[in-house]
């Protein structure tokens, strides 16, 4: 199967939260008016609150840097952010990398920037199970309750199902929790017997930087509760995304005021909260080929994410 054939039939899901976004009139006045902002999209890999409240700041920051008005969305899936592009209600979106070849092939939506996380370029999916499981190799995964991220994540789906799939291995009852923390809280409460979420390193002080770090408030012994059973390969980072007829003097304010924001204690605080995000550095779609390259090789069967 193609990937061109795979992202058109994920993108067949039906998906109520974008109909929401794309009824109504259409706004009038130049792009970055008051009355037609430049339309931000978060893809919604943590809590909508988190992502709302801490992107206030970077909305302010935004338009007195840029001089031009900006309004953000958050939809309820990963495919959605995909979706505003289509329907032209999307104009810049931080996505994840497998969202990107989506957009950027369907819609001739373009990356111009990588984001930074702890340093490197790149981060990882994991496999995790409770501590106390008996599930030791991913052959132990054979028949279990396994519960996966968003039908299109990247370090929460496609790389660990791709990891899974190599080592022949066929789960039981397979579910989606939608988010990291939540695949977390499903393993650590016993609800499924193993998950996927992105993986971090830890700090050089042994501090976790994993999805099991999005809910030390909740659970303070995660990190005891729930272990590690395996890493994925390396992905590239999440992108910021343009689309394809996007002004470029918009484009280029955007990125300067970013690039600004990141500088600054504030800014890194603000997108380490969101995204776990530290940094950005130039980008250009080529540099998600061999994501592409990966996603080929799954020759996944999408007719399983319809929901």
Excluded: W
């Excluded at 957009?103 to 920037?113: D, F, K, P, V």
């Excluded at 939608?178 to 700090?203: E, F, L, N, R, W």
């Excluded at 540099?287 to 319809?306: H, K, S, V």
């Amino acid at each position: 199967m193609t990937l061109h054939k795979s992202i058109s039939s994920i993108l067949l899901m039906p998906l109520m939260s974008v109909l929401l976004l794309i009824s109504g009139c259409q706004p009038a006045g130049d792009l970055g008016s008051r009355d037609n902002p430049v339309r931000l999209y978060f893809t919604p890999s943590v809590d909508a609150d988190t992502i709302a409240s801490n992107s206030r700041e970077f909305i302010r920051f935004l338009e007195q840097e840029t001089g031009d008005y900006y309004v953000t969305g958050i939809p309820t899936s990963y495919i959605a952010v995909v979706e505003a592009f289509g329907s032209g209600r999307a104009d810049i979106g931080a996505m994840n990398s497998f969202g990107y070849l989506m957009a950027h092939e369907r819609y001739g939506a373009t990356a111009h920037l990588k984001m930074i996380r702890h340093g490197v370029e790149y981060y990882q999916g994991q496999i995790v199970v409770r501590a106390d499981s008996d599930i030791h190799t991913l052959q132990d995964l054979q028949g279990k309750r396994f519960a996966f991220t968003d039908p299109a994540s990247t370090s929460g789906y496609f790389f660990p199902l791709k990891m899974l799939r190599d080592a022949g291995i066929r789960l039981g009852n397979e579910t989606f929790a939608m988010k990291h923390d939540g695949v977390i809280t499903m393993v650590y409460q016993g609800q499924v017997d193993a998950g996927s979420t992105y993986y971090s390193a830890p700090a050089a002080d042994g501090t976790i930087r994993d999805a099991r770090q999005r809910v030390l408030t909740q659970f303070p012994d995660v990190e005891q509760r729930v272990r590690i059973l395996a890493i994925t390969e390396k992905i590239p980072n999440d992108p910021f995304v343009f689309r394809k007829d996007l002004p470029v003097d918009i484009r280029d304010r955007f990125i300067a005021a970013v690039k600004k924001f990141l500088s600054t204690e504030e800014g890194r605080d603000i997108f380490r909260n969101i995204y776990s995000v530290e940094g950005l550095v130039d980008a250009t779609d080529a540099d998600y080929d061999p994501l592409r390259e990966m996603i080929r090789a799954i020759e996944l069967d999408t007719n399983r994410l319809l929901l």
